[in-house]
C-alpha cells in the first residue's frame, strides 16, 4: 500500500474503506477521532493534557482511557512525517474537516510533494441528505457510493497553498479559544453560549427526552458541526449552574434523562 487517506470520523472512515474496496484500491485509512473545533487546542500536537482534561469533562466516562488515545494519535501523526508514502486528506466544509487538514499540513509541509486532497461540499450532497442550516458539510454526509466517484479524482496541494494552510494552523493554535466556527471559508473563535441558548429555546416547562432534544439543539445554525456529546455535555453544565432540570442524574446513559425549564 503506498497511500494513506486520511479522514475524520468513524463514520466517515467507514464509508470510505467501502469505497476503496468498491474502487479495488488497497490502501490503508487513517481516521482521526479528536474534534477540533472544540475546547483549547494551543498545546495539542506537544502535550495531550489540555485535550485530555476537556473530553472528560465533555464525555464524563471514566473507562475511557483518552490520554492514552490522544497520545497514540499524535504518535501516528509524528511516524507520518517518516513515511515515504502519499497522503490524501478528505475534507468537506466543516470546521472539524479544516481544522484537521490544517494540522496535517502542518505536520507535512517540508514534504509537499506528498499531500494531496479531496475536497467535498455542500452542493454535492446526495439528494437524500437534508442540508444543515449553516450549510456546513462533513464527509459522513455523503456515503461511500459518492466517496467512490471522487477516489481517483485526489489532486496534489500546491506549495503555496500548503505554506497559507500551515501558517493558519499556527495561528489558529495562539488564538485558541472555546470553539472555533468556519464561516465563509474563515475562522471564527466563539464560546459556548450559542449552544447553550439553542437548549434554552428548544425546552419549556414541559418534560421532554433530552435526547430527543438534542438531536434539535444540533441541527442550529452555530458555524460549527456540534455533536450529540457536546450537545449534552452543555446540557449537563446548563443543569449544574441551575439554567435548566434534569428528571435524574446521566451516569453516562441518557436514555431515559428528561429535561425542562427550571
Not at 185 to 200: G, K, Q, Y
Amino acid at each position: 500500500m503506498t497511500t494513506i487517506h486520511i479522514i475524520n470520523g468513524d463514520l466517515a472512515a467507514a464509508s470510505l474503506r467501502i469505497a476503496l474496496v468498491s474502487a479495488r484500491r488497497n490502501e490503508e485509512v487513517l481516521v482521526l477521532r479528536d474534534d477540533l473545533a472544540f475546547g483549547p487546542i494551543g498545546t495539542v500536537d506537544s502535550d495531550a493534557y489540555e485535550r485530555v482534561a476537556f473530553w472528560q469533562q465533555v464525555l464524563d466516562n471514566r473507562d475511557l482511557d483518552i490520554r492514552s488515545h490522544l497520545k497514540e494519535q499524535n504518535t501516528t501523526l509524528e511516524r507520518l512525517v517518516k513515511s515515504a508514502r502519499n497522503i490524501v486528506v478528505w475534507h468537506a466544509q466543516s470546521a472539524s474537516d479544516q481544522l484537521m487538514l490544517r494540522r496535517i499540513v502542518w505536520y507535512l509541509y517540508t514534504q509537499p510533494q506528498r499531500l494531496n486532497e479531496v475536497a467535498l461540499s455542500a452542493n454535492e450532497l446526495p439528494c437524500e441528505v437534508t442540508p444543515r442550516a449553516d450549510g456546513a458539510s462533513t464527509i459522513s454526509m455523503f456515503g461511500a457510493d459518492m466517496l467512490a466517484t471522487r477516489i481517483r479524482k485526489a489532486a496534489p496541494i500546491s506549495v503555496l497553498r500548503i505554506g497559507r494552510l500551515a501558517l493558519e494552523w499556527q495561528n489558529i493554535r495562539r488564538l485558541n479559544g472555546d470553539i472555533r466556527c468556519w464561516r465563509e471559508n474563515c475562522f471564527v473563535t466563539s464560546t459556548c453560549t450559542p449552544i447553550d441558548n439553542a437548549w434554552l429555546q428548544h425546552i419549556d416547562d414541559r418534560w421532554q427526552v433530552a435526547t430527543q432534544v438534542a438531536a434539535r439543539v444540533i441541527k442550529g445554525d452555530f458555524g460549527v458541526c456540534v455533536t450529540h456529546a457536546i450537545a449534552l455535555w452543555r446540557c449537563r453544565e446548563l443543569a449544574t449552574v441551575g439554567r435548566l432540570v434534569l428528571s435524574s442524574e446521566t451516569s453516562r446513559q441518557w436514555r431515559d434523562v428528561q429535561v425542562r425549564r427550571p
